[in-house]
């Protein structure tokens, strides 16, 4: 199923880099309206994807890219790694809740999709569910009029510092959620 991000149409590798960039630290307790996620999962993704996906539909409004298969990158000859399936969702939050609130319920979802992050020392992880937190728009660039807005700008939202610059599959996520105007 294939989805649009309801942002302008932007250039990814131009226009992403001239947001404002945020540490997660900075904006833990602003409270969050959309956010752009990518889910990841290397074990059993058909399974664990669709399972993530059902549970952020109770957070609210969801849009999805293609999912995508990459290598791990992390990968070598001598210890090769199985391939993750990624993809992007944009959620429009049914109700705001703060980078913090929005962290610890992906934690918690994460857990709920057996993800086990204790391995032993040179053991393949397997990961069943990783999401994380691209890019988010805070409340304070709402309206009372947002909802009849034809195009909200790009410029509203704020990206991860600490998942930029984004991974190529990353990238392509983001740049297929944003081809189409809402």
């Avoid at 399974?47 to 298969?69: C, E, H």
């Amino acid at each position: 199923m294939i989805a649009k991000l309801m942002m302008h149409k932007i250039s990814v590798e131009s226009d992403l880099g001239t947001l404002t960039q945020c540490v997660p630290e900075t904006v833990q307790t602003q409270p969050v309206v959309e956010v752009v996620l990518a889910l990841g999962s290397n074990y059993q993704a058909e399974k664990y994807l669709p399972l993530a996906r059902k549970s952020l539909t109770a957070l609210g409004k969801m849009r999805l890219s293609t999912a995508f298969q990459n290598p791990d990158f992390t990968a070598t000859l001598v210890q090769p790694k199985p391939d993750y399936s990624n993809q992007c969702v944009h959620l429009t939050l049914n109700t705001p809740m703060s980078l913090q609130q929005l962290q610890q319920t992906f934690k918690t979802l994460e857990g709920d999709c057996n993800r086990c992050r204790q391995t032993e020392p040179n053991q393949v992880r397997r990961v069943t569910m990783d999401i994380d937190i691209l890019m988010i728009r805070l409340a304070n660039t709402e309206n009372s009029l947002s909802d009849n807005i034809i195009s909200k700008p790009m410029s509203d939202w704020v990206v991860m510092a600490d998942r930029y610059p984004f991974k190529e599959h990353e990238k392509a996520g983001i740049e297929e959620l944003t081809e189409t105007n809402y």
